[in-house]
């Protein structure tokens, strides 16, 4: 399957999951995304194999917006072609405000991650893997970390900010703190991998997948869970690309991150077997 697809691909079932009025995209295909987020929705794309797990999807944005087609869909298509069922997650965003003019709150993204696995519980017992990119593979690290009667088996993160935008482990040194107040403090609750932040460190297979020279995530993300995996003897597979620019996800073709998702898919078997 290439990417990006020519052609628009609708969810089979769109599941509202909270209050609020409907969410629109913007921009066209295949560069839509969401700039405002007024309820939690769960995208469902149904793969068209005997499905063998399914899979929560979160895309990236920086916590500012939600990247859509890029990290939510051509994601979730990719791995119905594994036989897996993805749900894309529409989730709301710390700092934002809502209909009634309030702020929402810095775990608020948090509780509508909590709400589609209370929802997921209640529907197939396939197995679950987070999948994440961006900013969205800090939102697939903190599910991972849950003590969720729905426990995953594994995660896939991908060029991720999961720990070193804390104020305590920033990198590089001195980083201005993140507006709003709201998302600093959620990155600040959720350091993923650091050995100090015990409540941050998943305990299912971890896949990791970074650019070696993004300015934007630096790599030193991956450096403390790979750090933290050593010394607690977690499951961490870490690959790195020397040319693969921020965000490469699955349409980079260029340089061996073209091959990354490949890495993926022997990943998911072995943990799938």
């Known amino acids: ?19 609020g009025a ?17 309820r939690l929705e769960l995208h469902y794309f149904k793969t068209k194999q005997p499905a063998r797990a399914r899979a929560l999807v ?27 069922d993805a749900y894309v997650v529409t989730h709301r965003l710390p700092g934002t405000v809502d209909e009634k003019n309030n702020v929402r ?11 589609c696995l209370e929802f997921l519980k209640q529907q197939t017992e396939l197995p679950l893997i987070h999948v994440g990119l961006s900013s969205g593979g800090h939102m697939a690290g903190v599910m991972a970390c849950q003590k969720s009667p729905l426990k995953a088996q ?23 703190d993140y507006p709003p107040v709201e998302k600093q403090d959620f990155y600040d609750d959720w350091a993923i991998g650091i050995e100090s932040e015990p409540h941050g460190i998943p305990d299912i297979p971890v ?19 790979i750090k933290t995996a050593q010394v607690t ?41």
């Open 1 to 19: 399957m290439q990417f990006p697809l020519k052609h628009t691909v609708e969810p089979d079932e769109v599941y509202v999951l909270s209050s």
């Open 154 to 176: 594994g995660a896939v993160i991908a060029y991720a900010p999961i720990n070193a935008n804390h104020r305590q482990y920033k990198a590089p040194e001195g980083k201005p």
């Open 207 to 225: 896949f990791l997948a970074y650019a070696l020279h993004d300015q934007a995530v630096p790599i030193d993300h991956a450096l403390n869970f």
């Open 58 to 84: 979160f895309g990236g944005g920086g916590y500012l917006q939600l990247v859509h087609d890029k990290e939510g869909v051509e994601i979730a298509l990719w791995l119905n072609s594994l036989g897996i």
């Open 233 to 273: 003897g977690n499951s961490v597979e870490a690959h790195v690309y020397p040319d693969a620019p921020h965000g490469f996800a699955l349409r980079e073709k260029q340089g061996a991150h073209g091959q990354w998702h490949h890495a993926v898919e022997r990943w998911i078997n072995q943990l799938l077997d």
């Open 105 to 115: 709150s810095q775990d608020i993204a948090f509780k509508d991650g909590l709400r």
């Open 22 to 38: 409907e969410n629109v995209l913007q921009g066209e295909w295949p560069e839509r995304f969401y700039s405002e987020i007024h």
